[in-house]
């Protein structure tokens, strides 16, 4: 069965911080992992990754896909409370499911 | 502007009655989603449709019905029989051509069941 693994599942850091955060996976047949930010309501993508060891930078967010080890890690640097929200990480494979981890509860205090 | 609108944003449902949530999209695209949220269990899936007039059981489709009879829409209705239907509801949907970018998801329906 497949299965996506995210820790830590909750962090509180205050404003300025760096924070690293992790998504592991099982999947047959792996094609892509994505990285999504929900606030409130409809989560939203930040990133798509497929290939092993290609970072991918959106202003202070990164992200880095590892296929042999089977995990990714999101990083935030230099955090601000508008980076508050759940960090949900999903596997896809050949079909068109993706599998949802229970996502990182990110809080940033002023 | 193209997107997935949910409806109703909130909704409560006595004991025993069957509700339907709304899904629709602009987007063109031919699957769509439907996903439920608890706390700490990030998104389960309920139900899945690839196709009009076809869907598939998802992880967790007890107690819930879905059609497909225009490549728009994707209601869900939730019976009597869903044991525990207090949660939150996403629908979401993808394009064959940017399947690897995952979904466009709605604004979400929370249900609470008085």
């Known amino acids: 069965e497949d299965k996506v693994v995210q820790s830590p599942l909750s962090l509180v850091v205050h404003e300025g911080d760096t924070v690293t955060l992790n998504c592991s996976y099982e999947v047959t047949n792996f094609r892509s992992l994505l990285w999504y930010k929900q606030e409130k309501k409809a989560p939203t993508f930040l990133f798509m990754l497929t290939s092993s060891g290609i970072e991918k930078k959106s202003g202070r967010l990164s992200s880095i896909l590892d296929k042999k080890e089977l995990f990714s890690i999101l990083n935030i640097t230099a955090t601000q409370t508008g980076d508050s929200a759940v960090y949900l990480c999903a596997v896809g494979d050949y079909g068109q499911n993706f599998v949802f981890g229970p996502g990182t509860r990110l809080s940033v205090l002023p | 502007d193209g997107g997935i609108t949910q409806s109703p944003k909130y909704l409560f449902r006595k004991e025993g009655q069957n509700v339907t949530l709304s899904c629709e999209q602009n987007l063109n695209h031919d699957a769509m989603y439907w996903y439920r949220q608890d706390p700490g269990q990030g998104l389960r899936l309920i139900y899945y449709s690839q196709i009009v007039n076809d869907f598939q059981k998802g992880d967790i489709a007890e107690g819930y019905s879905v059609s497909r009879e225009k490549k728009e829409s994707f209601p869900l209705t939730v019976t009597s029989a869903q044991k525990n239907p207090t949660a939150f509801y996403l629908c979401?949907?993808?394009?064959?051509?940017?399947?690897?970018?995952?979904?466009?998801f709605g604004s979400g329906t929370r249900l609470t069941v008085v």
């Open positions: 979401a949907s993808s394009s064959d051509l940017r399947v690897n970018y995952g979904y466009t």
